[in-house]
């Protein structure tokens, strides 16, 4: 079971699909918009420093750390941002009821262990995150190690085998590239500072997609995309829906909308008796049958 500590109109807004469509909406933070702003920053920057251990038997044109420039990374429109949505291991973290549920807040217990397609998020992953201090970097290292592998080998082995075969022989440079996109979709979004965030215990559902200015070159290579078996219709309509809004204090948010089965929903923890009342009447109005325990 995972569990994402929010406030109670956050819950509503969840749920506000939840009797006309049976479905939970989330809503996932492009990586970029954080509050903690030198988060996508450390992914990046310790990918580039560990990288090259891991590379050095590599000819130099197959390495990739050198790609990890934050300078050329940051607000570069055609790579894929990693939009998330952040998840923990536990009903009782008094840290994350003090910043995200507050005494008012509430917690929501989401099942992980059913399979259920996301047609929002195709290529949704789901993983915990690796805090960085002096002790870390063996964790780090063996985690993308593990990701370059299972990467390279995805696309070796995925129904675009072919394409990438030939691509590993004829263009290898271009091969690799595609393993540092998948790197900086599904790796760095892991990495987190460790100063106050390893209490949040936290795990990330992970969404890779290009941000919605990517559908202007979807469009220059549709034909390609069906030789190969791809919707450019389809992958457009993903793209194109980033949503936007505006924090308290000024600051821009991009977003995309999650989609989940109600049935995944739990259970729903709370702090204080008329929390505990009011998400009753408002569960039994939604329809919903869903246990709500005081904590």
Not at 26 to 35: E, K, L, N
Request: proline residues 5%.
């Amino acid at each position: 079971m995972l569990y994402h500590y929010t406030s109670f109109d956050a819950l509503k807004n969840i749920l506000r699909y939840a009797k006309s469509q049976e479905q939970m909406c989330f809503w996932a933070t492009r990586y970029d918009c954080f509050a903690d702003t030198d988060e996508f920053k450390l992914g990046v920057e310790t990918i580039r420093r560990l990288l090259p251990e891991m590379e050095k038997e590599l000819q130099p044109d197959r390495q990739i750390a050198p790609l990890f420039d934050w300078n050329e990374i940051k607000d570069n429109k055609n790579l894929p941002y990693p939009y998330i949505v952040s998840f923990t291991s536990r009903t009782d973290n008094d840290y994350m009821w003090k910043k995200y549920a507050k005494t008012d807040g509430v917690v929501m217990a989401i099942d992980d262990t059913q399979y259920v397609p996301v047609p929002d998020a195709p290529m949704i992953r789901l993983v915990s995150c690796i805090y960085t201090d002096d002790k870390s970097d063996d964790k780090l290292v063996d985690m993308l190690h593990k990701e370059y592998t299972n990467i390279g080998y995805g696309l070796l082995g995925g129904p675009q085998k072919n394409m990438a075969f030939r691509l590993l022989k004829g263009y290898p440079q271009f091969f690799v590239k595609l393993i540092a996109m998948g790197l900086l979709s599904l790796a760095a979004p892991r990495i987190k500072g460790a100063k106050d965030y390893w209490m949040e215990e936290e795990t990330r559902a992970i969404i890779p997609i290009p941000v919605s200015d990517y559908q202007s070159l979807i469009k220059g290579y549709g034909d390609e995309m069906i030789k190969l078996g791809l919707s450019p219709a389809e992958i457009s309509k993903i793209v194109a829906n980033e949503y936007v809004r505006q924090r308290d204090d000024g600051s821009t948010v991009y977003y995309r909308e999650i989609h989940l089965t109600v049935d995944l929903l739990k259970g729903v923890y709370v702090r204080n008796t008329e929390t505990k009342e009011n998400i009753e009447i408002f569960l039994r109005n939604m329809g919903l049958t869903v246990p709500v325990r005081q904590v």
